[in-house]
């Protein structure tokens, strides 16, 4: 294990070998403690500069790349252990925090018409990982977030020509002229329901179907939770009250056109932890109609099937998203915050590392620091978007996540 570098402004006292030529016996006393627990607090004698994040380290032998599983993974500065993963696909690789010195991890501004950006953090490559499967969080690690407000809005079942340059998309265009692109994301598989328990669980849980499921596994936001930070999921025509239905048809819910929920969209009411707890799953599950941008840390968006594009138009959901985004992107919790808009699955097999896959999606990146056209084209899908909001919050991760790597080229202080 590489130690971190020493900023030279740090003054690193030794550590106390032995007894000290004393200049008193209470004053001896007094130096000894004071060096020992400055070592203790510096890890080791080694330093980090203030607002440094420390990496996870594991620790034990043999690592996911290398076909052994550590034994346990270590956040330097933390006295939490994660416990090891029994599976080494699962094992984390420690990924990337939030860069204290305000660099984008290896991101670079775009030139003339939209470069794409370099990621540091792209050595992870994403995975789906035996199914089913899921791994206890590690422990995580954290510095100043990238951002404080995290906006997801999920759509249905379009490829990325579809929308990219797409005149029927003219909102949607302006976003990605304005702001940020992956322009190499995939859905890692075909299924709606799957694509969306892999974001919240970092892996599909055996989920291969849009039938009602009852799921028993960590999920990012148990992940909020245990931080104490926020979380709120807004589902057009939800009826609320922790709804448990597969569909329900309602009106206008806010903007955009009336339509139909369905439950396979909104995975935090298959986690049973969430249901458990009923007046918070009352109260943080709710229909569109209230929607507040300062609501909570996390606000995951669910437009009915007809403004998400599943049955509607791509210009229905274009005109969806040109009434409600402003309502984000206006308000003052913004000037922190950062929104993504994607796709849970396309209509060809493509993947991010080759093999069948869930298409070729878009991945738009709107917020206040974005530099305008940058464009990212490192491969990517939902686990490298969960593993953003996990590093961003010192999460840990969860299952495939843990492989994954934030999505830094879009990051900025």
Not at 38 to 50: D, E, F, R, S
Not at 268 to 280: E, L, P, V, Y
Not at 386 to 396: A, P
Request: charged content about 15%.
């Amino acid at each position: 294990m590489s130690m971190p570098a020493i900023d030279p402004r740090v003054i690193v006292p030794s550590c106390p070998r032995g007894r000290r030529r004393a200049r008193g016996p209470f004053a001896s006393r007094i130096s000894a403690v004071v060096l020992a627990a400055a070592c203790v607090a510096l890890a080791g004698c080694g330093a980090t500069p203030q607002g440094t994040a420390s990496p996870l380290v594991e620790v034990g032998q043999g690592s996911s790349a290398g076909g052994g599983s550590p034994s346990q993974v270590w956040a330097p500065g933390s006295s939490v252990l994660g416990p090891a993963t029994s599976d080494p696909s699962l094992a984390p690789s420690g990924g990337a925090g939030p860069p204290a010195n305000g660099s984008a991890g290896g991101s670079s501004s775009p030139s003339s018409g939209g470069a794409s950006a370099p990621d540091s953090s792209a050595a992870a490559a994403p995975s789906s990982g035996p199914e089913g499967s899921s791994a206890r969080p590690a422990a995580g690690t954290a510095s100043t977030p990238w951002f404080t407000h995290a906006y997801v809005i999920m759509l249905e079942n379009r490829e990325y020509g579809q929308i990219v340059g797409n005149r029927s998309a003219p909102y949607l265009n302006s976003l990605i002229a304005r702001y940020g692109l992956e322009t190499a994301y995939y859905a890692s598989r075909h299924g709606s329901q799957a694509d969306y328990v892999d974001l919240f669980a970092g892996s599909n849980l055996g989920v291969v179907d849009n039938t009602v499921r009852d799921l028993s596994a960590p999920n990012l936001l148990e992940q909020l939770d245990r931080r104490g930070l926020s979380w709120h999921v807004y589902a057009q025509d939800y009826p609320g009250a922790c709804f448990r239905g597969a569909a329900a048809t309602g009106g206008v819910d806010l903007v955009g056109a009336p339509g139909e929920y369905e439950r396979a969209h909104n995975p935090a009411i298959s986690f049973t932890s969430i249901r458990a707890d009923r007046a918070g799953c009352s109260g943080r599950i709710t229909s569109l109609a209230g929607f507040d941008p300062a609501a909570a840390n996390f606000e995951f968006i669910v437009p009915n099937l007809q403004n998400d594009m599943d049955v509607g138009s791509v210009a229905a959901g274009d005109a969806f998203l040109r009434a409600f985004v402003p309502r984000i992107v206006g308000s003052p919790a913004f000037t922190k915050g950062m929104l993504f808009i994607t796709w849970d699955e396309g209509t060809t097999n493509a993947s991010a590392r080759g093999g069948g896959g869930g298409g070729h999606v878009p991945l738009i990146v709107v917020g206040p620091h974005v530099p305008a056209g940058l464009r990212s084209a490192r491969p990517a899908t939902e686990l490298d978007l969960l593993r953003t909001l996990e590093d961003n919050w010192g999460l840990g991760c969860l299952a495939n996540a843990c492989r994954a790597s934030a999505l830094t080229a879009f990051l900025r202080r």
